[in-house]
């Protein structure tokens, strides 16, 4: 459970700011994503491994 402290006077939308930026590194958002549908553990590994190479691609384009 997220707990955000709202302080005499403040504003509103600044807590609820706050509670989105600690709900987000929390990834409970994204932790509920892949719950969602069942993922076969090959497919999982194979995106990991495009993902990677995608990275690796911007990288090496990056240093020519």
């Known amino acids: ?3 955000i402290p ?4 403040e504003n509103i939308d600044r807590a609820l700011k ?3 930026r600690k709900f987000v590194r929390t990834t409970v958002k994204n ?3 892949e719950r969602k549908q069942f993922n076969k ?3 999982v590994r194979r ?3 495009q993902k990677a190479q995608y990275i690796q691609r ?3 384009a990056e240093e020519v």
Do not use: N, T
């Open 6 to 9: 709202v302080k005499e006077g």
């Open 18 to 20: 706050r509670y989105k």
């Open 31 to 33: 932790q509920l994503q």
């Open 41 to 43: 553990p090959s497919v």
């Open 58 to 60: 911007l990288r090496d």
């Open 1 to 3: 459970m997220l707990i």
């Open 47 to 49: 995106a990991q491994v």
